[in-house]
C-alpha cells in the first residue's frame, strides 16, 4: 500500500538504521519510496546477511545500501563504533 506523501515525508530527511535486517525488504521499500539514507544490520556471521541483502537490492535494480554487522550483547567492533 502507498502511504500518504504526508507520512513519507517525515521519513525523507532521516537517517534510517533497520535492525535485524535479515532480506533487507523494509529498507528496500523505505529506498524505492524515496528514502536514501538507509544502514542495514543483522547479527555478525560469514557475509551471508550482507550479500543476501545485496542480491535483493541488486535484484530490483538498486545498488545496495551500507550494512553494519553487530550481535546484541557482544559490544561494537570495529570501523566507526569503536
Known amino acids: ?46 557475509g551471508e546477511v550482507e550479500a543476501n541483502i545485496s542480491h535483493n537490492f541488486r535484484a530490483n535494480g538498486v545498488e545496495p545500501v551500507p550494512h553494519v554487522p553487530h550481535t546484541w550483547g557482544s559490544g561494537w567492533c570495529g570501523g566507526e563504533f569503536e
Open 1 to 46: 500500500p502507498r502511504h500518504p506523501p504526508s507520512s513519507l515525508s517525515l521519513l525523507l530527511p532521516k537517517s534510517i538504521l533497520e535492525l535485524g535486517s535479515a532480506t533487507g525488504l523494509l529498507s528496500l521499500r523505505l529506498h524505492l519510496s524515496g528514502c536514501h539514507n538507509i544502514t542495514t544490520s543483522d547479527v555478525v556471521d560469514a
